[in-house]
């Protein structure tokens, strides 16, 4: 299968972690923002994450260069608008990306500002190429509950007009969901949907609460529900889809090699998977690139990439026009 031109669905993918380096130097450059390089080839050094990352939090360290490109308005705009043309160029149908509002306040912007340039971007990217996409937006588990509960308040406007959905992100610790049970309630109250980075480190316990006292509808990464019996059974008896990130996972040490990634099992033991980028600049990749990965380790069969399709299609945040429209690109394949 030639993947750069099937159809395809992202729904994991992270605004700062997808930005074009060669936009980090233009905006750098024309704002006097100080860089550890000018040059496009040590600054892609300095933003893609090695394969012998030691571990998630390493991993998370190459997104603070991207950030100090994205305190206005305007680059904002810009930097969703070429991710979404980038997606576009390979042939992704619809892409929810996401990203923590309150990452982009160090110059003065509003939360609402934030949110909105982002919208922007994508309708403008929606306008010129044959690509649908949502935003998520993402609170950091790194911050208090109250930045959560303002996340969530400051978004709910946008709700049906870009926005569809919350999820928590960052570094990984056991237990985690019990802190943030309320504001996460109070999305679902406000007709948010509900994904959650869980499972992305050694702790499977993570996906369980995360469906249970969260109510959790899709789960980033979950590659450990494979250790915690409890949270793989949920995943599966709830149809709880899991947003794989191949990639990514090799990077953080979720798994040691590709062979060892769990997505092929989990798909043939009637688990939904889903395949995403999960961060296209710090993991260096494509969607085109990420099902050539699962393809050449477990021999994707044709039907194999129609059913992860539709599953994607299945648990998109999207509403049943677009749906429809997406299921339909599967006829050319």
């Not at 260069?65 to 305007?74: A, D, E, G, R, T």
Request: charged share 30%; net charge negative; with cysteine.
């Amino acid at each position: 299968m030639n993947f750069s031109i099937m159809p395809k669905i992202e729904l994991h993918c992270h605004l700062d972690g997808s930005v074009r380096p060669e936009t980090i130097i233009d905006i750098a450059r024309s704002e006097g923002i100080s860089l550890p390089s000018f040059d496009q080839i040590e600054i892609k050094e300095e933003l893609i994450a090695p394969f012998d990352c030691e571990s998630l939090d390493e991993y998370l360290k190459r997104f603070s260069i991207p950030n100090l490109v994205m305190q206005s308005k305007k680059n904002l705009k810009r930097i969703t608008f070429e991710l979404f043309e980038d997606a576009a160029e390979e042939n992704v149908k619809y892409m929810e990306v996401r990203f923590a509002p309150l990452l982009h306040t160090r110059m003065g912007l509003s939360v609402e500002e934030i949110i909105q340039s982002v919208i922007e971007g994508m309708k403008e990217a929606e306008k010129q190429f044959d690509i649908k996409g949502n935003i998520i937006l993402s609170c950091m588990r790194t911050m208090s509950v109250d930045s959560a509960f303002e996340v969530v308040e400051r978004g709910k406007n946008f709700l049906g007009k870009g926005v569809v959905a919350i999820d928590l992100c960052a570094s990984e610790e056991e237990g985690f969901c019990g802190k943030f049970i309320e504001p996460i309630a109070l999305a679902r109250e406000y007709g948010y949907r509900v994904t959650i980075h869980a499972g992305e480190t050694g702790i499977g316990k993570n996906v369980l609460e995360a469906v249970e006292w969260l109510g959790a509808e899709r789960i980033g990464h979950g590659v450990f529900i494979k250790d915690c019996a409890e949270a793989y059974q949920i995943v599966k008896d709830k149809h709880v889809v899991l947003e794989m990130c191949p990639t990514s996972n090799v990077q953080t040490k979720a798994v040691k090699q590709f062979s060892e990634h769990p997505i092929y099992d989990f798909h043939r033991d009637g688990i939904k998977v889903t395949v995403n980028t999960d961060n296209r600049t710090v993991s260096d990749t494509t969607m085109a690139k990420e099902y050539g990965v699962v393809s050449n380790e477990f021999a994707l069969s044709t039907e194999n990439y129609k059913q992860i399709y539709l599953n994607s299609v299945d648990a998109a945040f999207a509403d049943e026009k677009t749906k429809e429209k997406l299921k339909k690109y599967l006829l050319d394949i």
